[in-house]
């Protein structure tokens, strides 16, 4: 399942306690810098997000012949950006302990 799907079922299912949503992880990004090394298909992206934290993915082409910059980047992205749903879960938690 793909986010939207997984959000489309929470959401048809009437859960609706405090809890992250695509757009709240979406939210939390202020920025992205890449950068491919040379010489390689390895491509890393560094997410900043409005705390000044930041989170890194990466992504690389087994193949040379089947490196693409754009891809890469994406891939890249996609990879920093799973990393911020488990750093904002924790927050929600804390925020809701706190209450």
Not at 5 to 13: G, L, M, P, Q, R
Not at 19 to 25: N, Q
Not at 39 to 68: Q, Y
Not at 85 to 92: A, N, S
């Given at each position: 399942?793909?986010?939207?799907?997984?959000?489309?079922?929470?959401?048809?299912?009437?859960?609706?306690?405090?809890?992250?949503s695509?757009a709240?992880?979406d939210?939390?990004?202020?920025?992205?810098?890449?950068?491919?090394?040379?010489?390689?298909t390895?491509t890393?992206c560094?997410i900043?997000?409005?705390?000044?934290?930041?989170?890194?993915?990466?992504?690389a082409?087994?193949?040379?012949?089947?490196?693409?910059v754009?891809?890469?980047?994406?891939?890249?992205?996609?990879?920093?950006?799973?990393?911020?749903?488990?750093?904002?879960?924790?927050?929600?938690?804390?925020?809701?302990?706190?209450?």
């Amino acid at each position: 399942m793909n986010e939207v799907e997984i959000e489309n079922e929470i959401n048809a299912k009437g859960l609706n306690a405090p809890r992250l949503s695509p757009a709240d992880i979406d939210n939390a990004v202020v920025g992205a810098d890449y950068h491919v090394f040379p010489g390689t298909t390895l491509t890393v992206c560094c997410i900043h997000l409005r705390n000044g934290f930041t989170v890194t993915g990466e992504s690389a082409a087994a193949s040379p012949e089947n490196f693409d910059v754009e891809l890469g980047q994406k891939i890249a992205y996609q990879n920093a950006r799973n990393k911020i749903w488990p750093l904002e879960g924790y927050l929600l938690r804390e925020r809701l302990h706190n209450q």
